[in-house]
């Protein structure tokens, strides 16, 4: 019976020794439509992970707020630096690809100029190949 009891006990508590990580890659994919207020916020806990995450794909889904400029300072205030500024043709608006010196997941963050829609810029993202990891996390922005 004190067995019995204190597995039960200790059941509750939970284990966090040893991150359980699988071989696959993970992705999140973040798309935001004039979340200026939560960007931030967001995309810091994102990259606060205690198991990072492999990839992380921002999509400005147009609007008219500053959101582009919270994403870039978010990005900067953690280390990132845009290594490289393009248009991705398959995703049909500019891309740029952020990079950190010491680790982190890559960063990519697509602007669409116009209003997109939260599927499609999900969709475009995983079709236009700016995913590669196996496993893909949606957060809202």
């Given at each position: 019976?004190?067995?019995?009891?204190?597995?039960?006990v200790?059941g509750t508590?939970?284990?966090?020794?040893?991150?359980?990580?699988?071989p696959?890659?993970?992705?999140?994919?973040?798309?935001?439509?004039?979340?200026?207020?939560?960007?931030?916020r967001?995309?810091?806990?994102?990259?606060?992970?205690?198991?990072?995450?492999?990839?992380?794909?921002?999509?400005?889904?147009?609007?008219?707020d500053?959101?582009?400029?919270?994403?870039?300072?978010?990005?900067?205030?953690?280390?990132?630096?845009?290594?490289?500024?393009?248009?991705?043709?398959?995703?049909?608006?500019?891309?740029?690809?952020?990079?950190?010196?010491?680790?982190g997941?890559?960063?990519?963050?697509?602007?669409?100029?116009?209003?997109?829609?939260?599927?499609?810029?999900?969709?475009?993202?995983?079709?236009?190949?700016?995913?590669?990891?196996?496993?893909?996390?949606?957060?809202?922005?």
């Amino acid at each position: 019976m004190p067995t019995t009891l204190a597995n039960a006990v200790l059941g509750t508590v939970p284990d966090r020794s040893l991150p359980v990580v699988g071989p696959e890659r993970w992705a999140a994919l973040v798309p935001m439509y004039e979340e200026e207020e939560g960007a931030a916020r967001a995309l810091a806990s994102l990259l606060a992970q205690t198991v990072p995450l492999d990839q992380l794909v921002v999509s400005i889904n147009g609007g008219r707020d500053r959101t582009p400029e919270v994403v870039a300072a978010t990005l900067r205030d953690h280390g990132y630096v845009d290594a490289q500024r393009r248009t991705c043709p398959a995703v049909g608006a500019p891309c740029t690809r952020w990079r950190r010196t010491h680790g982190g997941p890559d960063v990519v963050v697509v602007e669409h100029s116009v209003p997109t829609a939260k599927a499609e810029s999900l969709n475009l993202a995983v079709a236009g190949g700016l995913v590669d990891a196996g496993r893909i996390l949606v957060v809202d922005g």
